[in-house]
């Protein structure tokens, strides 16, 4: 039984056949719309992320199948003890594929271990989020035309987020791809994401406090948010936050070509004069994000 | 106690000096009824010093801990007061419910009937990774 649990588990074939699934969705979604008829999706949510849930419950949707679920663990069995393996062997009784999230780093693995249909991991913890990285990549190759020789520039909070590092790890096998890593000295990348991906995978990186320094040189720029619990001063926080608000002075010296995305929710690490930018591309990644999902959910299922 | 005195058991011999404690503790050595005596600090001519494990009885001895701590252990199998077999052990790919992960945002922490399973994730630097969080397993004291 296939899940996908880490972006990595997906061979470059993989990812090629499921961007052009996408592709072939976004021109006949009307060829798609019974695909799925009968079938069930089952959104285990053990932690409320409304974005992620209605994303994967359109996608369902759109390809004519059902959906069923919780949102959040309260209403679900956890709340009275049940264990993850006993959830996903319940489950499979149930439906047909399952898009879990879970606030434990793990759960997704755990279920996909116990449970007789497809997992999807739809995030745990910090750990994995592989359908934001799907959507990442299909916006990329859907305004670049490619996933070779571009220079991608990662801004914000690097060590903590989870959808840069997984980025990060599927760009890196493509060649001639260069990262430029923009971030207050407090939130660099971790050490393990150098040595373990970018040095093994021999990608050429720079790291740098200056965004506008970095601006010109960009094909890709991808924000993240900084968030205040990270420093341990308020001062801190406030001296650098304003660095890494992305506005339109900003952008003066980038690329006429630039792609702008962030995996949302935005809080003000993007202003939203930037929005009317041609270049802005986060909310069309939002809706790639359905369509990829769209395209895994068929994958997953054996839907040709 | 030497090794002429096992009749039917096993010595771990060539033990980096300082590790034979935490191999005992590892190996759950201590639930035994068995003699067992340990060595430390060991004069041997190939390593300087060693620490060494005797134990006088037939038991399933778990290599993969043994690949795991010490890579470079040497296992004599006795029987009838003979050495019939040396083994030598390798480093595993997999340990199962040998140490446990200290993540405490990991699945592990909350679900406690789970296997601890580490994964060997990089053979050159021997680093081990939680099967479920990624997270690595602490350093090996050297
Ligand atoms: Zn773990």
Known sequence: ???????????????????????????????????????????????????????????????????????????????????????????????????????????????????????????????????????????????????????????????????????????????????????????????????DVLDKCGIEYVETKDLCGAMPELDILYMTRIQKERFFNEEDYLRLKDSYILDPQKLENAKKDLCIMHPLPRVNEISVKVDSDPRACYFEQALNGKYMRMALILMLLGIK | MNIDSIKNGMVIDHITAGKGMELYSLLKLDSLNCPIVIGKNVVSRKLGTKDIIKIDADIDLNTDILGYVDPDVTINIIKDGKIIEKKTVSLPEKLVNVIECKNPRCITSCEQELDQVFTLTDKENRVYRCLYCETKAKEQSH
């Open chain 1, 1 to 195: 039984m296939r899940s996908l649990i880490d972006i990595k588990e997906l061979s470059l074939k993989e990812l090629d056949s499921l961007i052009d699934t996408a592709l072939d969705i976004i021109e006949n979604p009307q060829k798609y719309s019974e695909k799925c008829k009968g079938k069930k999706l089952a959104t285990l949510f053990f932690e409320p992320s409304t974005r992620t849930r209605l994303s994967f419950e359109a996608a369902m949707y759109e390809l004519g199948g059902n959906v069923l679920g919780f949102s959040e663990a309260s209403s679900s069995s956890s709340a009275k003890g049940e264990s993850v393996a006993d959830t996903a062997k319940m489950i499979s009784c149930y439906a047909d594929i399952i898009a879990m999230r879970h606030p434990k780093e793990g759960a997704p693995l755990v279920a996909s271990m116990n449970a007789t249909i497809p997992v999807v991991n739809a995030g745990d913890g910090g750990h994995n989020h592989p359908t934001q990285t799907l959507a990442d990549l299909l916006t990329i190759k859907r305004k670049k035309g490619r996933f070779n020789n571009l220079t991608i520039g990662l801004c914000g909070d690097l060590k903590f987020g989870r959808t840069v590092h997984s980025l990060i790890a599927a760009m890196s096998r493509y060649e001639g791809v260069k990262f430029v890593l923009i971030s207050p000295e407090e939130l660099r990348i971790p050490s393990y994401v150098k040595t």
